[in-house]
Each structure stands twice: as structure tokens, then as C-alpha cells.
Nanobody, 128 residues
Framework: EVQLVESGGGSVQAGGSLRLSCAASGFTDSSYCMGWFRRAPGKVREGVGG???????DYAESVEGRFTISQDNSKSTLYLQMDSLKPEDTAMYYC??????????????????????WGQGTQVTVSS
């Protein structure tokens, strides 16, 4: 059974930083696409960024230059480093994984339906 478990959320002031983690278990594919998403109250889920098994990353314009995705394959863990946080970054953050690496290409990582597994989310709250 594949499980994704997010952690690292919390409350910070604007301008602060947080690092989210997504620990994956039971996923044995060496080729994949992973994404970070968020959903703010009253809004639809939106893509934050994606990374494929080759380490190629892409980001939403709203977080470009502030957020960084990385992965530690030895720990089967995906990270989202969030710097210069803004109140509008407040949301529940989710990680997701797809069996198909090409889902990440051409901005396809933004497509919610492309993913096979999702975590339960971790809350990030940024105060002004």
C-alpha cells in the first residue's frame, strides 16, 4: 500500500520560512512525477510545484523564486522549502505522486487527475 505523509506545517509570520516534508512508503517505481498542491479555505486546489524522477522541477508563478522542491531518494522523501512566506500562502498543503514521469512535463504536474496517490495534508498559516 502506497502512503504519503506530509509534515512540517505550522504558523509563521510573513517573511518567515517553513520546510514541508512528504514521506513516501510502498511506492517502488523509479520513474514518477510528484507534486505539491495547496487549498485555501473557499478556494480550489492549486498546484504549487512539481518534480519528476530526473529531478526536473517546475513551479507556479505565484511561488517561483520563493519555494524550492527537492527530494532525497535515500529517504523516499520529498521536500518543499518555503521562504518569504506571505499571508496568501496560507492553505492546507498536499503532496501527490504519479506512476508516470511524463505527467510532469509541459506543466502537466498541475493536473490533479494525473496523480495516483495523495497525502492527507499539512496546514500552513502565515500571519501578517
Amino acid at each position: 500500500e502506497v502512503q504519503l505523509v506530509e509534515s512540517g506545517g505550522g504558523s509563521v509570520q510573513a517573511g518567515g520560512s517553513l520546510r514541508l516534508s512528504c514521506a513516501a512508503s510502498g511506492f517502488t517505481d523509479s520513474s514518477y512525477c510528484m507534486g505539491w498542491f495547496r487549498r485555501a479555505p473557499g478556494k480550489v486546489r492549486e498546484g504549487v510545484g512539481g518534480i519528476d524522477s530526473n529531478g526536473i522541477t517546475d513551479y507556479a508563478e505565484s511561488v517561483e523564486g520563493r519555494f524550492t522542491i527537492s527530494q532525497d531518494n535515500s529517504k523516499s522523501t520529498l521536500y518543499l522549502q518555503m521562504d518569504s512566506l506571505k499571508p496568501e500562502d496560507t492553505a492546507m498543503y498536499y503532496c501527490a505522486i504519479s506512476h508516470t514521469r511524463s505527467h510532469c512535463a509541459g506543466g502537466g504536474w498541475r493536473t490533479v487527475a494525473s496523480y495516483n496517490y495523495w497525502g492527507q495534508g499539512t496546514q500552513v498559516t502565515v500571519s501578517s
